[in-house]
Nanobody
Framework: QVQLEESGGGMAQAGKSLRLSCAAS?????????MGWYRQSPGHQRELVAR???????KYGDSVKGRFTISRDGGKNTVYLQMNSLKPEDTAVYYC????????WGQGTQVTVSS
């Protein structure tokens, strides 16, 4: 079983930055194929923020392109999300995920951006 531990959420003013981290661990952990982040705000569907493959291929959601950067420390099964130029509409619960033979989810971390 894979556990995902997220950290780095919190509150920020618009225009500022936050950095999220997500570390994968488990008794029989194998290197996840894909890791990344989705987010969900009240009244909205969960949407892709960013994902990165084991080969370094990256995909961003349209709303965060040019502002967010995803990176991955493969040796430590850790993924990072650098969020710059934050906007109030980035307010959401951010969920880390990791894909092995199935998709594993973190518990979510709240990000709140004030105007």
């Amino acid at each position: 079983q894979v556990q995902l531990e997220e950290s780095g959420g919190g509150m920020a003013q618009a225009g500022k930055s936050l950095r999220l981290s997500c570390a994968a661990s488990g008794r029989s952990i194998v290197l996840p194929k894909d890791m990344g982040w989705y987010r969900q705000s009240p009244g909205h569907q969960r949407e892709l923020v960013a994902r990165i493959s084991g080969d370094g291929d990256i995909k961003y959601g349209d709303s965060v392109k040019g502002r967010f950067t995803i990176s991955r420390d493969g040796g430590k099964n850790t993924v990072y999300l650098q969020m710059n130029s934050l906007k109030p509409e980035d307010t959401a619960v951010y969920y880390c995920f990791a894909v092995t033979s199935m998709t594993h989810w973190g518990q979510g971390t709240q990000v709140t951006v004030s105007s």
